[in-house]
């Protein structure tokens, strides 16, 4: 089980705003940054987002993030059919002194 | 652009060890630039961090696989290695290499991932 806590699913329709929240704890989201990441099996994982709000280069504006207190979200904004994908949130963990990841939200496109 | 690949037997008996390489291009890792990363992502289950290491030779490694993980940096190959031993069916999943951006949840470059199945 998971210390980051997402939903398992979530889905939506082209154009439509989703979003996916990620649940921690004081040790972890409360005390560090929040990263996101998009997963296709048999790819490469992408960072989506970086220090909760942050986009790397070449990611979509579509893509935002935000986070309080113990908690972060994930929008994605004018959804494609190509978000289709596994999306997950990490942080540090000062309790474990390592990285935590959530388990993981499956993101349908209808 | 920092670019990297996986590589190692896609079968492992139980009990026996694991060792897998990621070949690095488009940066020296003994640069001191990168911590170099292994995670994995089990089968529906998610991501699980296993830990990195930077060239100063510092390491870091998730409590529940430390009794059982090593890493090491070949600088003449510009490769570093994971070596997981004692594997059991729960080490089956798809092991990616990575580097680690200046937070520790973050981590910006990513092999593709090399599937691992343990099985007899």
């Known amino acids: 089980q998971s210390v980051l806590t997402q939903p398992p699913s979530a889905s939506g329709t082209p154009g439509q705003r989703v979003t996916i929240s990620c649940s921690g704890s004081n040790s972890n989201i409360g005390a560090n940054s929040v990263n996101w990441y998009q997963y296709l099996p048999g790819t490469a994982p992408k960072l989506l987002i970086r220090n909760n709000n942050q986009r790397p280069s070449g990611v979509p504006d579509r893509f935002s993030g935000s986070k309080s207190g113990i908690s972060a979200s994930l929008a994605i904004s004018g959804l494609q059919s190509e978000d289709e994908a596994d999306y997950y949130c990490a942080a540090w963990d000062d309790r474990l002194n390592g990285a935590l990841f959530g388990g993981g939200t499956k993101l349908t496109v209808l | 652009q920092v670019q990297l690949q996986e590589s190692g037997p896609g079968l492992v008996k139980p009990s026996q060890t694991l060792s897998l390489s990621c070949s690095v291009s488009?940066?020296?890792?003994?640069?001191?630039?990168?911590?170099w990363t292994w995670l994995r992502h089990h089968p529906g289950m998610g991501l699980e961090w296993i830990g990195y290491?930077?060239?100063?030779?510092?390491?870091n490694f998730n409590p529940s696989l430390k009794s059982r993980v090593t890493m090491s940096l070949d600088t003449s190959k510009n490769q570093f290695s994971l070596t997981l031993t004692s594997v059991s069916a729960a080490d089956t999943g798809v092991y990616h290499c990575?580097?680690?951006?200046?937070?520790?949840?973050?981590?910006?470059?990513w092999g593709q991932g090399t599937l691992v199945t343990v099985s007899s």
């Open positions: 488009g940066v020296s890792i003994s640069s001191g630039t990168y911590w």
């Open positions: 990575a580097t680690t951006c200046d937070d520790g949840g973050c981590f910006d470059y």
């Open positions: 290491m930077h060239h100063s030779g510092n390491t």
